[in-house]
T-cell receptor
Framework: AQTVTQSQPEMSVQEAETVTLSCTYD???????LFWYKQPPSRQMILVIR??????QNATENRFSVNFQKAAKSFSLKISDSQLGDTAMYFC?????????????FGQGTRLTINP | EAQVTQNPRYLITVTGKKLTVTCSQN?????MSWYRQDPGLGLRQIYY???????DKGDVPEGYKVSRKEKRNFPLILESPSPNQTSLYFC??????????????FGEGSWLTVV
């Protein structure tokens, strides 16, 4: 069974600092997708970044980047120059198709607080 | 505007009183699913549907029913709600089944409290 583990329940950094959220996953699949979602206090689910497993290059989206280590099954999220608006719960998620059905498996979440 | 719309957004109900959470998407998506979010557990899939009249169980289907009579709608039915179904519920949709790179669109969530 696929599992996703986020080992940091909570993190707190000062504004403008860089922070890295960790995520590990377990799968026997060779091709899959990984995601980071942001959930601000509004509870909306916002896609932050996506990584395709067959692509070696790490995905980046402005201040957000990932460190994808396929052999280690690790998928960490780095937020550079953190801003107050980055305060949110962050979920790592794994997706693959099972008999045509897309299934997202989420980690437990990391609550990130950016302090002024 | 591409949207997944859930109703109600907030509901407090009593044990055993049947309720339905509606979900509608305006993107002509084939694939729709329901998740519940609980502290320390992340989001877990309840049911999913690959197209009209095609539904199947996710990881935590007990106590829930779904139907997919129209492509745009995917209601979640709690026939006899219990307090352990108190949770935040998300409906989600995506364009095409079978391609795991599709963008998943989430609704805004429905807070359900069963007392």
């Amino acid at each position: 069974a696929q599992t996703v583990t986020q080992s940091q329940p909570e993190m707190s950094v000062q504004e403008a600092e860089t922070v890295t959220l960790s995520c590990t996953y377990d799968t026997s699949e060779s091709n899959y997708y990984l995601f980071w979602y942001k959930q601000p206090p509004s509870r909306q689910m916002i896609l932050v970044i996506r990584q395709e497993a067959y692509k070696q290059q790490n995905a980046t989206e402005n201040r957000f980047s990932v460190n994808f280590q396929k052999a280690a099954k690790s998928f960490s999220l780095k937020i550079s120059d953190s801003q107050l608006g980055d305060t949110a719960m962050y979920f790592c998620a794994f997706m693959r198709s099972i008999q045509g059905a897309q299934k997202l498996v989420f980690g437990q979440g990391t609550r990130l607080t950016i302090n002024p | 505007e591409a949207q997944v719309t859930q109703n109600p957004r907030y509901l407090i109900t009593v044990t055993g009183k049947k309720l339905t959470v509606t979900c509608s998407q305006n993107m002509n998506h084939e694939y729709m699913s329901w998740y519940r979010q609980d502290p320390g557990l992340g989001l877990r899939q309840i049911y999913y549907s690959m197209n009209v009249e095609v539904t199947d169980k996710g990881d935590v289907p007990e106590g829930y029913k779904v139907s997919r009579k129209e492509k745009r709608n995917f209601p979640l039915i709690l026939e006899s709600p219990s307090p352990n179904q108190t949770s935040l519920y998300f409906c989600a949709s995506s364009l095409r089944q079978g391609y795991s790179g599709n963008t998943i669109y989430f609704g805004e969530g429905s807070w359900l409290t069963v007392v």
